[in-house]
């Protein structure tokens, strides 16, 4: 196992809530990435954050933001929730620049809008 | 934009032999990482092997191997002595070496052991 967790591990929530998913980094890593993986599909980069800043971000509609604390934990809020919103959440930790440039993955969220 | 493809949305293979996945890619950069992630039913991605696309020597880690062609952006993974423990869902994976690290994943190919 990874050291890097994700709570809750499922969600139920009602088109047009908002919804929070946590993700705590794996000790020593300073960023953290967040996918969205539909069914049946890859993995699909949401954002990422590196030293509590927005590093990059995929094709996703801001109702789709995030945070990072000082403790490199970070979260991930989706506003307004659409059916097509219902997938398995995932977050990664990483270092950059260190020898082994690795992304761990947590075990995600499962979401499901109803 | 980098683009990762894997024709092969099923694969089966009998127990103990050997089955390859096919993955292909799209990029303009010259130096990059290639990966090989496992995603069993805990859903929990687990990285199987990683290649630097300035290595010209193919990765192995146990049974597992890649056979990695620049020229052709190809990027296969060989799965040797298959196990029941293999049975998951394989990702192919690419990332800039520089820059923002995220991964750019295929669609992924289920592999199912057969006893």
């Known amino acids: 196992e990874t050291g890097v967790t994700q709570s809750p591990t499922h969600l139920i929530k009602t088109r047009g809530q908002q919804v929070t998913l946590r993700c705590s980094s794996q000790?020593?890593?300073?960023?953290v990435s967040w996918y969205q993986q539909a069914l049946g599909q890859g993995p699909q980069f949401i954002f990422q954050y590196y030293r509590e800043e927005e590093n990059g971000r995929g094709n996703f509609p801001p109702r789709f933001s995030g945070l990072q604390f000082p403790n490199y934990s970070s979260e991930l809020n989706v506003n307004a929730l659409e059916l097509d919103d219902s997938a398995l959440y995932l977050c990664?930790?990483?270092?950059?620049?260190?020898?082994?440039?690795?992304?761990?993955f947590g075990q995600g969220t499962r979401l499901t809008v109803v | 934009a980098q683009t990762v493809t894997q024709s092969q949305p099923e694969m089966s293979v009998q127990e103990a032999e050997t089955v390859t996945l096919s993955c292909t890619y799209d990029?303009?950069?010259?130096?990059?990482?290639l990966f090989w992630y496992k995603q069993p039913p805990s859903r929990q991605m687990i990285l199987v092997i990683r290649?630097?696309?300035?290595?010209?020597q193919n990765a192995t880690e146990n049974r597992f191997s890649v056979n990695f062609q620049k020229a052709a952006k190809s990027f296969s993974l060989k799965i040797s002595d298959s196990q029941l423990g293999d049975a998951a869902m394989y990702f192919c994976?690419?990332?800039?070496?520089?820059?923002?690290?995220?991964?750019?994943f295929g669609t992924g190919t289920r592999l199912t052991i057969i006893p």
């Open positions: 000790s020593g890593h300073n960023t």
């Open positions: 990029t303009s950069e010259s130096d990059y990482y």
């Open positions: 994976a690419y990332r800039r070496t520089f820059g923002n690290e995220k991964l750019t």
């Open positions: 990664a930790s990483s270092s950059p620049g260190q020898p082994n440039t690795e992304a761990f």
């Open positions: 290649q630097e696309a300035y290595k010209q």
